[in-house]
């Protein structure tokens, strides 16, 4: 049996802060029946900075090779070959800085905007980089709430949102209030999805990264979801007006969130158009959750993730 190490730094804090946490964890022991693991993950200060990785055949100065939490390193010992896996919001060391080393065979990166990373690595490397899946944030069963929005006839008529806004979304705080409910935390993950399965439509606005916990999460619970499309892909990418609802991108909107009350009122236009086409909004809810039944639910995504990396 070959032999693998796997670098991930976690600690008693981070273990159970993310689902991607717990996904490292599966990931790790689905790994167990396939290769002779030797785990280098645990690290004391793996909630506050970066943990340093020097793998056997590192072309990177020592202490350039650095993973966040979010990160996932799969290294063979007998070839020297690994693979990197990341979550994270922006492009890192871990990410980047191996990217001309020939051993390194695969990238997943979760917020994968094709041009932003093809504009930090050579041509002859880009082959090696490739979308991924991305995560729920919480912890907690979604299927649970799933099945709780399915004994609801009736939804409420607007579109649903919760999270940080005026600093970090400012285009949330144009939004016509009567086309939309939310904007600040609500108070705990049970509380904001029994609120948000009683909606018709949840709205999808980035953070740190294009892609966030939300839209997982309204995939999850067949809420189907409106935004600007997406210039970051999934791997399978998410289909517009298939997977969720799609609005056309102004070429002067880069990030979704800065958008002003132009962009604003694209997005309630939009609304005010499916808002009543019950078929459609069944549509979108019914692929969505297929979606994310096949490549994203924790039954599937640990496979899915191995199919893609192809081991």
Known sequence: MRKIIVHNPCNEHTRYFRMYNLFWDELTEELKKRFEVIENRYYKLANQERFEVN????????????????????????????????????????????????LLKKVLISQFDREKVMGHVQNEFHEKYEPWI????????????????????????????????????????????????????????????NDLINYKIGLSVGGRGELCYRDIEYLALGVPFIRFEYRSSLNPNLIPNFHYISVNRPEDLTMDRLGDNEHAELIEQRFLEVKDDTEFLEFISKNGREYYNTYLNKNNNVYHTLNILGI
């Open 134 to 193: 991305y995560f729920p944030c919480t912890i907690d069963d979604l299927e649970v709430h799933f099945e709780k929005r399915k004994t609801l006839n009736t939804f409420i008529d607007k579109m649903y949102f919760r999270g940080t806004s005026i600093n970090d979304r400012p285009i949330v705080t144009y939004i016509n209030q009567n086309y939309l409910n939310g904007y600040n935390p609500i108070g705990g993950p049970t509380t904001y999805f």
């Open 55 to 102: 793998l056997k055949n590192q072309t990177s100065n020592k202490g350039d090779f650095l993973l966040l939490e979010c990160e996932y390193v799969i290294e063979f010992l007998d070839t020297g070959e690994f693979y990197v896996l990341s979550v994270s919001d922006d492009l890192t060391h871990a990410i980047l800085n191996e990217s001309s080393n020939p």
